[in-house]
């Protein structure tokens, strides 16, 4: 998957989700506390329980893809495979950071409207 790819999927998952947030805060228009439906306060508990599974599913994630890449490139003697799996291993490690700086965001928006 390209650089491109990855933030479009970010980019969905973001205006997906933080519409939801804005819903499940139970602010009326004025910005006065209203009692909102339990559908949205349902919705944002499922928000941050999936946000939960994902803080834990992405570093482990990416550990087993830099492990199953560093073992492939043990595993090859050709110096041009060694760089191609270096290259995934870094390419790894920087969608598990763009991944869990996403969570971090949707997190903060989230606190932001409790």
């Not at 998952?13 to 506390?33: M, R």
């Not at 508990?45 to 550990?63: C, T, Y």
């Not at 050709?78 to 965001?105: C, E, F, P, Q």
């Amino acid at each position: 998957m390209n650089k491109i790819n990855m933030l479009v999927i970010l980019l969905v998952l973001g205006v997906i989700l933080l519409p939801a947030t804005a819903l499940a805060t139970g602010l009326d228009d004025v910005g006065e506390p209203s009692n909102p439906p339990q559908v949205f306060q349902g919705a944002r508990q499922l928000i941050i329980d999936m946000l939960g599974w994902i803080r834990w599913l992405i570093p482990a994630g990416a550990a087993l893809m830099v492990a199953y890449h560093a073992f492939g490139k043990v595993m090859n003697t050709d110096s041009g495979v060694a760089a191609d799996k270096n290259r995934k291993m870094k390419d790894v490690l920087i969608y598990a950071a763009v991944g869990m700086g996403a969570v971090s965001i949707i997190e903060f928006f989230m606190s932001y409207f409790a």
